[in-house]
């Protein structure tokens, strides 16, 4: 009897070691050192318990939705950024284009719009942000309404198809991993070409495909089938010549995925790393399980070859890298 009050007594299998081990596809016990006789071996040690999706499905954007990705990408200080890298990769993408006070600037891909704010800031830029999903694009204007930015960072939302953007207004447009989610990218590209200066500055990163071959591979298959509509992604090589066709000097199309994967990583490490027994009720399990199936699978797909990371910089001209 003795012996099994010990048991009883022992902690189970933290969270934090059952998520570690959930995401490189381990037995939580293989994480437990062999001397560690402090903690239970459970009959099912690997199971994160994860709700059923409730009967009437919650507004995607969601406030505990928006909490919990700016606390994963943004950290403690830094409440406005739900994509990786924080502010720091935005501003570090921006200054190849070379931003002043006098310059007009577009983010079309401005999501909760931190990162657009933040180049106003940092530049003294005059920025219009765009974000294909209206209810995002109405929070991030309601933030920059908030920070008295409703002028300097406007944002409003628009249609892949039809921006509906004036001829030569931008000396640079900004646009981060959105344009593999629209079916037209050749559209968009034009619009973005037609609506730059004369050499006018584009950067941009996306996801793109190894080779055509790529979308048969299990990994990126897996990914792909997770959105609600089936991106159909470029390969490196269409990106380079779509950019080139339009009579662009091309001056960087690289291979980021490396650090973009690290930048990931690093940030779900540090949120993991950082919950406390009292943050792990059962909304923040459940939110953080499913925003965390769509990061494994598509670090998965990157860690294939097969899926990259792009980041491409070109201005309005004729000469090119290719």
Do not use: C
């Not at 106003?120 to 005059?126: D, L």
Request: aromatic share 8%; charged share 30%; hydrophobic share 35%.
């Amino acid at each position: 009897m003795a012996n099994s009050e010990e048991v009883d007594e022992k902690p189970k299998i933290p969270f934090r070691t059952r998520f570690h081990a959930w995401w490189i596809g381990v037995d939580p016990e293989d994480l437990i050192e062999d001397n560690d006789d402090d903690v239970v071996i459970e009959e099912n040690p690997e199971a994160i318990h994860i709700d059923p999706e409730p009967e009437e499905p919650q507004e995607y954007w969601n406030p505990d939705r928006i909490s919990f990705l700016t606390r994963l990408w943004g950290g403690e200080d830094q409440d406005e950024i739900i994509t990786p890298g924080g502010l720091d990769y935005t501003l570090m993408l921006a200054k190849p284009m070379a931003l002043d006070s006098t310059k007009t600037v577009l983010d079309l891909a401005a999501s909760l719009g931190g990162g657009t704010r933040a180049l106003a800031k940092e530049f003294g830029v005059w920025i219009e942000g765009l974000e294909y999903d209206a209810d995002l694009a109405e929070k991030a204007n309601e933030l920059s309404v908030k920070y008295g930015m409703d002028r300097r960072a406007p944002i409003t939302s628009f249609n892949p198809e039809k921006i509906g953007l004036k001829d030569a207004r931008y000396d640079a447009i900004i646009m981060r991993e959105s344009n593999y989610l629209y079916k037209r990218k050749d559209l968009v590209l034009k619009q973005i070409y037609d609506a730059l200066k004369p050499s006018g500055h584009l950067m941009m990163t996306d996801f793109a495909l190894r080779s055509q071959s790529s979308p048969d591979n299990p990994d990126v298959a897996k990914w792909l089938d997770g959105h609600k509509e089936k991106p159909m992604l470029w390969s490196m090589d269409e990106y380079k010549r779509n950019v080139v066709k339009m009579r662009m000097n091309l001056h960087v199309h690289e291979d980021r995925t490396d650090e973009y994967r690290i930048q990931a990583l690093t940030a779900w490490a540090d949120y993991v790393g950082t919950l406390t027994k009292e943050d792990l009720t059962r909304d923040i399990v459940n939110q953080l399980m499913d925003e965390a199936q769509y990061w494994l699978r598509l670090i998965r797909a990157m860690e294939s070859g097969e899926v990259r990371f792009l980041r491409v910089h070109a201005t309005k001209g004729g000469e090119s890298i290719l």
